[in-house]
């Protein structure tokens, strides 16, 4: 390989994708053939690097040196100064939002410096396209250790011994999975990794797969000898082209090297990989339902009679694995469980993968250690609220999960806990909420969120959400009846009750949780017929305060309803009867005057 | 490529070992070219490219290039800093693509200072 001076690691994940990393990649090379700096300053794409709010991101190595928010423009200016002669350019650095001077090095960035990172250990430091800088940061070496020197057993052993709980949410014990699976006599087992990552708002394991996919290979090769199976298979939906395009590279390089089909590493061990592209169905992240969408059936979930590690896919053993709890596993067969399980909680070990997304600052792929506390995790790495607003509340484990209020953010979060508050892990999703938010409001667009992607099966879960969605929807128009709140504590009981997968089981969530910390809230809306934040559109009204109203026609002229009207030189007024509450007037005031109530 | 082997993993990483050194930002020496004005016209391009050739020729994986700005003694230029880790860093000055490479030779590779083109030892004094 070539030897550069420097390599400029551009992120390539879907975020910065999408913010036209490729165009600066083009822009990069050219001003570097410029000013012949081709053989001497490399740009290489790499998978996410987490900080998607400042995209296109970009890191200086060997210098450290981090650059955000790049724009076509700015490269004929960053080349000629950072790397033809060796002046950083302060303007393209990180800010931190208390701070006013920008910070150079990616280590010392708040965001970065407080997390640790295991599941995703070389993001941004490899190119997920090339296999030997996967090898060259210590991989496939898990795999060969698992070959050579243990037996499936203690593999099994090892993984236990760490407490490793699966990452998709429930948080079962992995190595157990794995042991009974392995204790299931069968011609044929399967491994699958469950990437159908469907809660809005993460993006775990896309990012995982886009940026390290030999790690979901090895993991799950070594799944493979633990079990005894030689088939795996990745379930991933169809809308992630990107990491589609990455894992299927990975599997035929994979292949070439003889690290995936038969006598992997000149050992008696034969795995291969399928990949299996989802429509996309919220419901198929389920076990039962991905087996019957993988075997061409409705992906409903049906009775889990048997465990799946018993009769799973095609009714053979199956062990179904988190893209998550995969990547973890090379590392902990590789540096032993103690060392995982010193990591974290009581009972849970290890670290968690949050995408923290909302009205956070610093918005992006977090990896933190099981038992950090919500506060670190939204002021110290996610930078706080944006804006001057207040921190309301915290939604955790994805739709069916639940909303935590601040008197709880000191909490430590591992499995237990976060079920304890009436939320749950989830996959990891986690949605920071601010005083402009209505919970009513939130739990509406989460109901009317699991109604569509309700399978149907389940009377309970069919029309119980629906008309938990119903009502909620009454009372953010104004309709809402003092009864609704014990029936949506019924309905919600019920649901729980008699639906048989989890998506049913937690649909309630949202509207349990917040009705636990926020009831004052539906209170308002039903009682006072108004919304505390200021969000549902009924029950506003707007008006115009005519102590701050200076008559500067503003708001009259940019009323699309003409709804406002008044004389020059005088406070001006909102006709109730035309006014559609866009809010357009409160945003165009420069005085403040427009009330909303 | 061909199907590997447990010991093909060690050779594939040592290897790369140069290009992900580079990327941790960690080495036993770094080499820093002054590239103000006054450096890339008194040619310090050059001195960087004959500087990578030997990095290049000796196959060593540890030694970082970096680049800075002018160091304020415009008329020594072509100027490089070397910093060996743990050790103060060294100025040369006045260089040529030869100098580099006894330089490279005797300080990076071997340890020895070549005392006839340092200008100083150590770091000016700031803040």
Known sequence: ?597 | MPKLRPEDLDKIADRMRKVMSLREGAGRAKIIVHMGTCGIAAGARKIMGALMRCADETAVKDVIFTTTGCAGLCSREPMITIELAGQAPVKYVDLTEEKAKRIFTEHIMNGRIVAEYALAIGSEQTL
């Open chain 1, 1 to 597: 390989m070539k030897a550069f001076r420097t390599h400029l690691m551009l992120c390539a994940g879907t975020g910065c994708v999408s913010n036209g990393s490729y165009r600066i990649k083009e822009g990069l090379e050219r001003e570097l053939a410029k000013q012949n700096l081709q053989d001497e300053v490399a740009v290489v794409m790499t998978g996410c690097n987490g900080f998607c709010a400042q995209g296109p991101v970009m890191t200086v190595q060997p210098d450290g040196i981090f650059y955000q928010l790049l724009t076509d423009k700015d490269i004929p200016q960053l080349v000629e100064e950072h790397f033809l002669k060796g002046r950083p350019v302060k303007r393209l650095m990180y800010t931190p939002p208390e701070a006013k001077t920008p910070v150079p090095k990616m280590s010392e960035i708040g965001f970065f410096k407080k997390q640790r990172l295991i599941a995703l250990r070389n993001r941004g430091l490899i190119d997920p396209e090339k296999i030997e800088e996967y090898i060259a940061r210590g991989g496939y070496r898990a795999l060969a250790k698992a070959l050579n020197d243990l037996t499936p057993g203690e593999i099994i052993e090892e993984v236990k011994k760490s407490g490793l709980r699966g990452r998709g949410g429930a948080g079962y014990p992995t190595g157990v999975k794995w042991q009974s699976a392995a204790r299931h006599k069968s011609d044929v087992k399967y491994i699958i990794c469950n990437a159908d990552e469907g809660d809005p708002g993460a993006f775990m394991d896309r990012s995982i797969i886009e940026g390290d996919p030999h790690a979901v290979i090895e993991g799950m090769a070594i799944a493979g000898r633990a079990v005894g199976s030689s088939n795996g298979l990745v379930y991933i939906r169809a809308e992630y082209p990107i990491a589609l395009e990455r894992l299927s590279l990975a599997i035929g390089q994979a292949r070439d090297c003889g690290l995936l089909g038969k006598g992997i590493l000149g050992t008696d061990f034969d795995f291969d990989i399928t990949v299996f592209k989802g429509a996309g169905a919220f419901v198929c992240g389920e076990s039962s339902a991905m087996r019957a969408s993988i075997q061409g059936e409705p992906p409903e979930p049906s009775a889990k009679h048997t465990h799946a590690t018993e009769a799973g896919l095609w009714e053979k053993p199956t062990v179904l694995n988190n893209v998550e709890t995969l990547v973890v596993v090379p590392e902990i067969i590789q540096r032993g469980a103690g060392w995982f399980a010193g990591i974290g909680t009581e009972k849970s070990k290890g670290t968690k993968v949050f995408a923290l997304v909302g009205k956070v600052k610093n918005t992006g792929l977090v990896e933190v250690p099981m038992g950090t506390s919500l506060r670190d995790i939204i002021f110290d790495i996610g930078g706080g609220i944006q804006g001057e607003r207040k921190f309301k509340a915290v939604q955790t484990g994805g739709p069916s999960g639940g909303c935590i209020p601040d008197s709880l953010l000191d909490m430590p979060v591992d499995y237990e806990r976060l079920t304890e508050a009436g939320s749950m892990m989830g996959s990891g999703g986690m949605i920071v909420m601010d005083e402009d938010t209505c919970m009513v409001d939130v739990a509406r667009y989460f109901l009317e969120f699991l109604r569509d992607e309700s399978c149907g099966k389940c009377t309970a879960c069919r029309e119980g959400v629906d008309a938990m969605y119903r009502i909620v929807s009454d009372i953010c128009a104004g309709k809402g009846k003092e009864e609704h709140i014990s029936l949506l504590e019924e309905l919600g009981q019920a649901v729980k009750d008699a639906s048989m997968c989890a998506l049913g089981g937690t649909a309630p969530n949202p509207v349990l949780s917040t009705l636990r910390y926020f009831r004052d809230e539906y209170e308002a809306h039903i009682r006072d017929h108004r919304c505390p934040a200021g969000v549902c559109k009924a029950l506003l009204t707007f008006s115009i305060d005519p102590e701050k109203c200076k008559a500067c026609l503003l708001c009259n002229k940019n009323c699309p309803q003409n709804a406002i009207s008044g004389e020059k030189k005088k406070p001006q007024k909102i006709d109730q009867e035309k006014c559609i509450k866009c809010g357009v007037c409160r945003d165009v005031c420069k005085f403040d005057a427009v009330i909303v109530r």
